[in-house]
C-alpha cells in the first residue's frame, strides 16, 4: 500500500512565522508535489520536484519554496507566513509520467 | 495549455438517484485522465482512470468513459449512496508536462437518506 504521510494535520502559527511542512513517501517515487486547496478555488500547485535536489515552480510560488535533500521527503517552507496562507496544503507523489498521483491526507494550516 | 472544466456544484441527491457529473478536458496531445475523490477531512484518492481513447474507467460502481470525439470523460454511477457524500475532481495528466496533473475545481456531492 502507498504511504503519503505529512507530518502534522492540523497547525497554527503566527504571522511572520517560519512554517515548515514535510511530507515523506515510501513508494520511490521520482516526482512530489505540493497543492494548496481553496473553497473554490480548487487545487492549486505550488511547487514540484522531480528527481533530488530539483525543484520547479508551480503556478503559485510566491511566499513559499521547497526541499528536496532525499528522494523520500519533500518538505515546503514558508517563509515568513501571512494569514492568505490559510489553507488546506496536500503533498503527493508520482512515478511514471501518465500514472495516478498519491495524495497525503493534507495539513490544515490557520495563520493568525 | 491544459486545462479541465468541472460541473458546478455543490449536488445534492437522494439515495438510490442516478449520478452524472460532467467533466470536458483541452489537452494539446493525448492525455490520461483521471477521477479523483476526497472524503471529508482526507486527501484525495483515485476513484478511476483511462488512458487511452474509447478506455472506459470503473470502480465501486461509478464509471467513466473516455471520450475523444467530445474531449469528454464524465462520471456516472447508477445508484447513489449517503457514503458516496464527497468531492470529485476529474483530472488530466499529459506526457508533455513533467508528470504534472491539471485539475477540475471539485465537484460536491451530498447524498440524503
Known amino acids: 500500500d502507498v504511504k503519503v504521510t505529512q507530518s502534522s494535520r492540523y497547525l497554527v502559527k503566527r504571522t511572520g512565522e517560519k512554517v515548515f511542512l514535510e511530507c515523506v513517501q515510501d513508494?520511490?517515487?521520482?516526482?512530489m508535489f505540493w497543492y494548496r486547496q481553496d473553497p473554490g478555488l480548487g487545487l492549486r500547485l505550488i511547487y514540484f520536484s522531480y528527481d533530488v535536489k530539483m525543484k520547479e515552480k508551480g503556478d503559485i510560488p510566491e511566499g513559499y519554496s521547497v526541499s528536496r535533500e532525499k528522494k523520500e521527503r519533500f518538505s515546503l517552507i514558508l517563509e515568513s507566513a501571512s494569514t492568505n496562507q490559510t489553507s488546506m496544503y496536500l503533498c503527493a507523489t508520482g512515478g511514471q509520467v501518465l500514472e495516478t498521483q498519491y495524495f497525503g491526507p493534507g495539513t490544515r494550516l490557520l495563520v493568525l | 495549455g491544459n486545462s479541465v472544466t468541472q460541473m458546478e456544484g455543490p449536488v445534492t441527491l437522494s439515495e438510490e438517484a442516478f449520478l452524472t457529473i460532467n467533466c470536458t478536458y483541452t489537452a494539446t496531445g493525448y492525455p490520461s485522465l483521471f477521477w479523483y475523490v476526497q472524503y471529508p477531512g482526507e486527501g484525495l484518492q483515485l476513484l478511476l482512470k483511462?488512458?487511452?481513447?474509447?478506455d472506459k474507467g470503473s470502480n465501486k460502481g461509478f464509471e467513466a468513459t473516455y471520450r475523444k470525439e467530445t474531449t469528454s470523460f464524465h462520471l456516472e454511477k447508477g445508484s447513489v449512496q449517503v457514503s458516496d457524500s464527497a468531492v470529485y475532481f476529474c483530472a488530466l495528466k499529459e506526457f508533455t508536462n513533467a508528470g504534472k496533473s491539471t485539475f477540475g475545481d471539485g465537484t460536491t456531492l451530498t447524498v440524503k437518506p
Open positions: 513508494m520511490d517515487h521520482e516526482n
Open positions: 483511462a488512458t487511452k481513447a474509447d
